[in-house]
């Protein structure tokens, strides 16, 4: 290329000197045509000379030079330089305030665009203040609403749920052996006492579940006439305590024999179950009371008075007994409260949720008022002396509640192995296969709720809740006498009589 | 003449007799102790006893290398599988000569803890807790004290001696800080021994109105109606008797934890076998510690626990 030649030729020894113009016109006259090679720039960057390269320009990326290659820009550089850079605005001018000014930079009051008047521009505004305003409003309702309702009701739900959950504690009631009972321990209610069962078509029988008698013979004769109790359709289940404190319990007895009651042995009917092993049977004269003490002394007085049936029948009382759901009561999910409808468990004192019911201790089963919260062990006080303890019959319910709303008790507390083997079989499922069972699979059997009936608990009186129903009302210290009515249908009626005090 | 003179001889004594006190030096009154070792002894050689180190009333004294042991029989700790079986042995035997006897008997404290969980001794007690009634212990007293009774258990290799030594300071019912245990049942053997407490009337709260207190001299305090009337049961196979109330008793001197919690004193409870399982290696006791894995999940039956590492 003859520019290059040129250009090597300015090094020939000739040495011949050419002027700077002389060079200048002769490149500029022959400037080479537009480059042929495929990403060739259209246009070469235009650079006119004079006007100076500010920042404010598009950047253009260096570009390399190739071997014979010319550009503009080959030109010499100096002929490019102006002075015009003096005139021209530098950007930075507009953010780089007077060295006077510099403190108020946003806050120059004296400038619309500062934050003050920003500011009170937006407060003077109606739009913001409108949003100001619905803002603190639903922060403070959010507040208070998590303070008032959420967190208590949260609260509470976790201090019910930790009791059975096995990350809380290192083990749980129901897993020792506990203590043994003599006797039938479980026993399910004769078929054909069932309201609404196989021999009772119609659904004419009735169930009449009475709270602790303690040998009051009177009312308990005044309580069945206004109930209107038959023998023939009618059956009477005590809920233990038949005797002792009372003035007639012998009477009792017998009338309960009569009318063939079944009742659950209650914490009285085992002291003097356990007393008969070593005074009856015996020509001993009893031991004094200051040998003993006054409860054993009533004991053995009373025990000398009982009739071998009679003792029989105490025997042959169970611990718990069970009734299975009603086949006329209606299941519906928005029944009313005083509707029964599922299995009935007849105890003396209570029972422990979700703990299997052969697991449990029987000196508790008979005794029990509260229980601790976090291990679930039962407590004959009301208030044990750690202190952290619950009325049992709070987390019965809230426990059936559950089962009865359908919500899972994944990650309670087992204890069988044919539990612990489905826990693991539905784990290793996944949520697929759990979904593909619920909708085709034969459902596994789930627990269903129960409803508790007991006694033992006079203080606490008439206690009717959703799953629990206490029936002891305090007779034999003045109280009242009450029975809980159940029919066929599943409907259920309270009935009381007054009692005289015969505890002073 | 010979009669006469030794009648003469012995009259000024024989009148200082009939009169009364006589003018012989106070011999010092020796404090009670447990028989002497030379009288007892079976097969060890010298006494492991220290008396020294007790007070002067104290009339038990333990051996020197720990206080589970009678220092005039054992001179060493036996291991822990010996142990077990011995103490099963010492109950089973007690049990069968109070009941021979008559006496009324019940268990308590630590072994009534093991008849909760599954009617066995715990496997780390070093020592068995019975109680006795105040009539059975006059009865022992009176007619049974110092009694050996020799058993053949099977599983043992030759008959065992059983010793029962009743405390004398048994009639006193003061709380005493020296004696508190008011008999003994010792194996000869190996120096292991039951401690027998009796239940007594508490005849200060008594009287100030606290119906059917009872006291045991060791500071215990319950009502009658909790421990009477007496249920009947089995213990290590062999019929027992314990308190009324049981359980409450178990949760008012124990807590609630120590009738639930699966994981104690490096034993772990196995709800399918109904025993307690030593938990031997290391790589298994740490799992007890607070933030191990068997922390958590522990109700899940011993599936996600290590099995018996035998």
Not at chain 1, 94 to 121: A, K, M, Q, W
Not at chain 1, 454 to 469: E, F, I, P, V
Not at chain 2, 18 to 31: A, C, E, H, Q, T
Request: charged letters at 25%.
């Amino acid at each position: 290329m003859p520019p290059q030649q040129e250009m090597e030729g300015q090094d020939d020894s000739e040495g011949r000197e050419r002027s700077l113009s002389e060079w200048r016109t002769k490149l500029q006259t022959s400037l080479p045509k537009r480059p042929d090679w495929p990403g060739a720039p259209r246009d070469l960057p235009h650079v006119s000379p004079g006007q100076p390269y500010t920042s404010h320009d598009a950047y253009q990326p260096p570009r390399t030079l190739r071997h014979g290659d010319y550009t503009k820009q080959s030109a010499p550089l100096i002929d490019q330089v102006s002075n015009r850079w003096r005139g021209t605005e530098k950007a930075s001018t507009v953010y780089v305030s007077e060295p006077e000014d510099h403190e108020l930079r946003f806050c120059d009051l004296e400038d619309e665009g500062s934050c003050p008047n920003t500011i009170r521009d937006l407060v003077r505004s109606r739009r913001l203040r409108r949003m100001l305003a619905v803002f603190l409003v639903a922060a403070v309702m959010l507040y208070y609403g998590w303070k008032w309702y959420l967190q208590p009701r949260l609260q509470e739900e976790w201090s019910f749920k930790q009791g059975f959950l096995p990350a809380r504690s290192n083990g749980t009631y129901g897993i020792a052996r506990a203590g043994d009972f003599e006797g039938t321990a479980i026993q399910w209610l004769d078929s054909s006492l069932i309201p609404g069962g196989e021999a009772d078509r119609e659904g004419k029988r009735r169930l009449v579940f009475v709270g602790d008698i303690h040998g009051c013979k009177k009312e308990l004769l005044h309580l069945l006439e206004k109930v209107g109790f038959d023998v023939k359709t009618d059956h009477l289940i005590a809920t233990g305590d038949t005797v002792s404190k009372g003035p007639d319990n012998v009477g009792v007895l017998d009338e309960l024999i009569r009318l063939k009651a079944d009742s659950v042995r209650g914490n009285h009917e085992d002291r003097l179950l356990e007393a008969a092993k070593t005074i009856l049977g015996t020509n001993l004269s009893p031991q004094s009371v200051a040998a003993t003490s006054q409860g054993y002394a009533k004991d053995a007085t009373l025990l000398k008075q009982l009739k071998p049936k009679h003792v029989r029948y105490l025997r042959d009382m169970p611990l718990m007994l069970r009734i299975p759901a009603l086949p006329h009561a209606s299941t519906a999910r928005h029944q009313h409260k005083d509707r029964v409808a599922e299995d009935v468990i007849v105890v003396h004192a209570g029972v422990v949720p979700h703990v299997p019911l052969e697991k449990q201790d029987p000196y508790f089963v008979m005794n029990m008022r509260s229980i601790d919260d976090r291990t679930h062990l039962p407590s004959a006080l009301r208030e044990t002396k750690r202190g952290k303890s619950r009325p049992w019959m709070e987390i019965w319910n809230w426990y059936n509640d559950r089962l009865f709303r359908g919500r899972s008790l994944k990650g309670f507390h087992l204890y069988t192995t044919a539990e612990y083997e489905d826990e693991q079989a539905s784990e290793s499922q996944g949520w697929l296969g759990s979904l593909w069972d619920g909708l085709f699979g034969k459902g596994k059997a789930k627990m269903t709720p129960q409803i508790v009936v007991y006694g033992h608990d006079s203080k606490a009186g008439l206690q009717m809740h959703r799953w629990s129903k206490g029936l002891d009302s305090g007779c034999v210290a003045g109280g009242k006498l009450t029975a809980l009515v159940l029919d066929a249908s599943g409907k259920t009626e309270v009935v009381q009589v007054g009692c005289k005090n015969y505890k002073a | 003449m010979k009669i006469a003179l030794g009648v003469l001889i012995c009259f000024p004594v024989l009148v200082r007799c009939i009169i009364g006190l006589p003018k012989v030096p106070d011999i010092p009154k020796l404090p009670k102790r447990d028989a002497p070792f030379q009288d007892v002894r079976t097969r060890l050689h010298r006494t492991h006893q220290d008396a020294d180190e007790d007070s002067p009333e104290k009339y038990f004294h333990e051996s020197t290398f720990h206080q589970h042991y009678d220092g005039r029989f054992a001179d060493k700790k036996l291991n822990y599988d010996d142990r077990r079986k011995h103490l099963t042995a010492l109950i089973q035997t007690y049990l069968s000569s109070m009941n021979d006897i008559g006496a009324e008997t019940w268990i308590m404290h630590g072994s009534l803890l093991g008849w909760w969980w599954n009617r066995k001794i715990l496997p780390w007690d070093s020592d068995l807790d019975v109680m006795v009634s105040e009539k059975s212990i006059h009865h022992l007293a009176q007619y049974y004290n110092m009694t050996v009774h020799h058993y053949q258990l099977p599983g043992l290799d030759e008959g065992r001696d059983y010793m029962l030594e009743v405390n004398p300071h048994y009639t006193n019912d003061s709380v005493e800080s020296a004696n508190k245990i008011d008999a003994r049942w010792i194996d000869t053997d190996t120096g292991l021994f039951i401690d027998i407490t009796t239940l007594r009337r508490n005849k200060t709260a008594q009287a100030q109105g606290i119906e059917g207190a009872m006291m045991v001299k060791d500071k215990h305090h319950y009502l009658y109606d909790d421990i009477f009337p007496l249920r009947e049961t089995k213990f290590e196979g062999f019929p027992v008797k314990v308190p009324f109330a049981y359980s409450e008793l178990l949760v008012e001197e124990y807590g609630e934890r120590a009738l639930t919690q699966m994981f104690f004193e490096n034993h772990r409870f196995d709800p399918e076998k109904q025993e307690w399982v030593p938990l031997r290696y290391a790589a298994d006791q740490h799992r007890l510690l607070p933030n191990g894995p068997l922390s958590h999940g522990t109700s899940y039956w011993g599936r996600r626990l290590p099995s018996d590492p035998g």
